[in-house]
Nanobody
């Protein structure tokens, strides 16, 4: 498995911004092809946020995040970022980073794909 460590969560006011980071490591990391962000709010199911491919940097976003969130990668640092802006109270959740060694056929596929490796999560709280 790939070891994933998230950072950057915190408390922010509505309309503000946060940048999450996820650093990947481990022997299996070399076979990793995609990195994704998911989130889970209290009492709700885990929700797909965005995904990026290491090779080519193709990105896919959940409709609710388009235009507000940007996923990017720094291959030299084995790190993926999630820049979040115009945050809303409903964005409050634990955000998880995930990695997988497979490509999938588009956003509808990535939304449902069982990613192989997961981080421990980082809390994002947006106050109104």
């Amino acid at each position: 498995q790939v070891q994933l460590v998230e950072s950057g969560g915190g408390l922010v006011q509505a309309g503000g911004s946060l940048r999450l980071s996820c650093e990947a490591s481990g022997r299996s990391f070399l076979s990793s092809k995609v990195m994704g962000w998911f989130r889970q709010a209290p009492g709700k199911e885990r929700e797909f946020v965005a995904v990026i491919t290491w090779s080519g940097g193709a990105t896919y976003y959940a409709d609710a995040m388009k235009g507000r969130f940007t996923i990017s990668r720094d291959s030299a640092k084995s790190t993926v970022h999630l820049q979040m802006s115009s945050l809303k109270p409903e964005d409050t959740a634990v955000y998880y980073c995930a990695a997988d060694s497979r490509y999938c056929g588009g956003i509808r596929c990535y939304e449902k794909m069982p990613f192989e490796s997961w981080g421990q999560g980082t809390q994002v709280t947006v106050s109104s």
